[in-house]
Nanobody, 122 residues
């Protein structure tokens, strides 16, 4: 019923930038919190940044000052602008959205994207 499609990953040199996008489609009633997480090889998935429906943001310490999360509610899309990238940013990045569907209303459920690989070379 709901699909999250990510795009924008790839290979970038240290110091470079990438912009990730995650678009939700399907029978969506409303989208509350949106976020980005990442998982490096051999490590647990970790929070990168979140944004509420009102636009309040929260960042992991590793992302502060370099990454910016934003959302376009009209397009059901969340973005992650990543600047001054470092090799330690290399990971699979996943978007997460807490949303209410037309059939689940008023209940909210978490949905995940399929993940997009980001590789930063030194």
């Amino acid at each position: 019923q709901v699909q999250l499609v990510e795009s924008g990953g790839g290979l970038v040199q240290a110091g470079g930038s990438l912009r990730l996008s995650c678009a939700a489609s399907g029978s969506i009633f409303s989208i509350n919190a949106m976020g980005w997480y990442r998982q490096a090889p051999g490590k647990q998935r970790e929070l990168v940044a979140t944004i509420t429906s009102g636009g309040s943001t929260n960042y992991a310490d590793s992302a502060k000052g370099r990454f910016t999360i934003s959302r376009d509610n009209a397009k059901n899309t969340v973005y992650l602008q990543m600047n001054s990238m470092k090799p330690e940013d290399t990971a699979v990045y996943y978007c997460n959205e807490a949303l209410v569907t037309l059939t689940s209303h008023p209940h909210e459920y978490d949905y995940w994207g399929q993940g997009t690989q980001v590789t930063v070379s030194s």
